[in-house]
């Protein structure tokens, strides 16, 4: 079993920056990929950013990149996404999952940003941004 605690959400004007944290713990084999996902009202989870923990290789939706950053840090169990210059069409409910599956790439491991490859998810935390 694996348990994720996200915080760190909240209200931010367009342009603004947040900070999400999640908090993981449990079985280390089933968490070797890290993701950060989201949903708004009557839209599908999106996956938006994603990390292969171990070699710390992160992969981003087209819509965040260059705005957003996945990163961790171990010590803490801890995995972030830092995000800038954000915008109303990035409100929604944002979640932290944890999987094990992967692809490669030569001898560079990646993780999915398709929902269906992660079991364990956080409760989801609000973000709104306001033009």
């Known amino acids: 079993q694996v348990q994720l605690v996200e915080s760190g959400g909240g209200s931010v004007q367009e342009g603004g920056s947040l900070r999400l944290a999640c908090v993981v713990s449990?079985?280390?084999?089933?968490?070797?990929?890290m993701g950060w996902f989201r949903q708004a009202p009557g839209k599908e989870r999106e996956g938006i950013a994603v990390?292969?923990?171990?070699?710390?290789?992160?992969n981003y939706d087209d819509s965040v990149k260059g705005r957003f950053t996945i990163s961790q840090d171990n010590a803490k169990s801890t995995v972030y996404l830092q995000m800038d210059s954000l915008k109303p069409e990035d409100s929604a409910m944002y979640y932290c999952?944890?999987?094990?599956?992967?692809?490669?790439?030569?001898?560079?491991?990646?993780?999915?940003?398709?929902?269906?490859?992660?079991?364990?998810w956080g409760q989801g935390i609000q973000v709104t941004v306001s033009s």
């Open positions: 999952a944890a999987g094990r599956d992967y692809y490669y790439v030569g001898v560079r491991n990646f993780c999915f940003t398709d929902a269906v490859y992660y079991n364990y």
């Open positions: 449990g079985d280390a084999a089933s968490r070797g990929c």
């Open positions: 990390i292969y923990s171990s070699q710390n290789n992160a």
